[in-house]
T-cell receptor, first 121, second 111 residues
Framework: GAVVSQHPSWVICKSGTSVKIECRSLDFQATTMFWYRQFPKQSLMLMATSNEGSKATYEQGVEKDKFLINHASLTLSTLTVTSAHPEDSSFYIC?????????????????FGAGSRLTVL | QKEVEQNSGPLSVPEGAIASLNCTYSDRGSQSFFWYRQYSGKSPELIMFIYSNGDKEDGRFTAQLNKASQYVSLLIRDSQPSDSATYLCAVKAGGYQKVTFGIGTKLQVIP
């Protein structure tokens, strides 16, 4: 089955620093990847849609200059939290859907990475 | 109105019983429906997806979809303590890439 690798699984950083999180699709090509954020006891909130070779699409209220997304290849998307602050501490999860536009069984299924827990001191 | 609504629970059922998890959605154009399981501190894992009205069974799990009522449910038969987790309902509108998640229902299976 489809596997998405996310790294690092946890990171602690000082306020004001930047943190990069990587998301890789290991056995399939992903033209689109999604970045979610989840605060404790809350639902997954979509932050942005990462499109290979083009600019990411950000959800309302998400600062694109703070959360930089790069999707340089069909298997890699990165999220960089710039000038992190304690309120950015959260569980960040990426997901991917296999390339191809044919609606077939499982074609719309999202596969999630293991998540990255960010703690900003 | 939230796009995808779920009761946050917790829903407690005894081991061996049927757990029934419910979800409603607001967008009538929604075409794809998913149930994910999320253990504490972990990322979601797919249990089932359903596209058509009716029931879809996979082992102990049955997903039910009623588009007219904008309602989707997940039944877990013979519930086990290992089923204790938060179950997320997710909905995707046709033609859009975005998948919207509910808040999740916490299920507790009591041994």
């Amino acid at each position: 089955g489809a596997v998405v690798s996310q790294h690092p699984s946890w990171v602690i950083c000082k306020s004001g620093t930047s943190v990069k999180i990587e998301c890789r699709s290991l056995d399939f090509q992903a033209t689109t990847m999604f970045w979610y954020r989840q605060f404790p006891k809350q639902s997954l909130m979509l932050m942005a849609t990462s499109n290979e070779g083009s600019k990411a699409t950000y959800e309302q209220g998400v600062e694109k200059d703070k959360f930089l997304i790069n999707h340089a290849s069909l298997t890699l998307s990165t999220l960089t939290v710039t000038s992190a602050h304690p309120e950015d501490s959260s569980f960040y999860i990426c997901s991917a859907r296999a390339a191809g536009g044919v609606l077939s069984t499982g074609a719309n299924v999202l596969t999630f990475g293991a998540g990255s827990r960010l703690t900003v001191l | 109105q939230k796009e995808v609504e779920q009761n946050s629970g917790p829903l407690s059922v005894p081991e061996g019983a049927i757990a029934s998890l419910n979800c409603t959605y607001s967008d009538r154009g929604s075409q794809s429906f998913f149930w994910y399981r999320q253990y504490s501190g972990k990322s979601p894992e797919l249990i089932m997806f359903i596209y058509s009205n009716g029931d879809k069974e996979d082992g102990r799990f049955t997903a039910q979809l009623n588009k007219a009522s904008q309602y989707v449910s997940l039944l877990i038969r013979d519930s086990q303590p290992s089923d204790s987790a938060t179950y997320l309902c997710a909905v995707k509108a046709g033609g859009y890439q975005k998948v919207t998640f509910g808040i999740g229902t916490k299920l507790q299976v009591i041994p």
